[in-house]
């Protein structure tokens, strides 16, 4: 399986749609926390979260089985693509908004992988995360929304456009304007 993991996105898929289970496996092992973090952010919930990726992941798989997959788009942004529909229709079928979690919710900083420190760094590392995990909740809904897709989910501003069906100069600018705010939070 090494050097499946050295395949590109695109090899992976017509790797499982030629029926090697392996390369959907890959692709979900590469992924799964950026995925994960995009629906949890916006949900508020990891047992909602976990269901609505796992509900992502049977459309991708039917949507390539079937044949439907576009290999013109990356994976990533597709997959986050369908994974905010499915949030969207969430939201829909409960009739509620998305509410912000202050104080001791749960901790989408859990979900990344971190390389192993010694002890005191791990220690101030999760003090600087919970810090800025308060900060970031501070933030309007749009600013936190593309801070986290391009810092914690590494996306592109190209992809966080597509994402939240704005220009890429609002995603730019709501980016921004969510450091600055964070500065002027940061200062106070």
């Not at 950026?34 to 990726?53: G, P």
């Not at 919970?130 to 391009?150: G, T």
Request: glycine share 4%; aromatic share 10%; charged share 30%.
């Amino acid at each position: 399986m090494k050097n499946l993991n050295n395949m590109t996105d695109q090899q992976l898929i017509h790797l499982y749609a030629s029926g090697d289970e392996n390369g959907l496996k890959i692709l979900i092992d590469r992924y799964k926390s950026k995925i994960y973090t995009s629906i949890y952010m916006r949900v508020k919930d990891e047992y909602v979260a976990e269901d609505i990726f796992q509900e992502t992941f049977i459309k991708v798989i039917n949507t390539i089985k079937s044949g439907g997959y576009n290999e013109e788009g990356k994976f990533l942004p597709w997959v986050v693509r369908i994974a905010y529909n499915m949030v969207i229709d969430y939201f829909r079928k409960e009739k509620r908004s998305p509410t912000v979690i202050t104080g001791d919710g749960y901790d989408i900083f859990e979900v990344m992988d971190f390389a192993d420190d010694d002890v005191e760094r791990k220690m101030v590392r999760n003090q600087v995360d919970v810090d800025l995990k308060k900060l970031i909740q501070l933030l309007p809904d749009d600013q936190k929304e593309v801070l986290i897709m391009r810092h914690f989910c590494d996306m592109s501003f190209k992809d966080i456009a597509e994402v939240t069906e704005v220009s890429i100069n609002t995603a730019l600018g709501r980016m921004r304007y969510a450091l600055s705010n964070l500065r002027r939070l940061i200062e106070e």
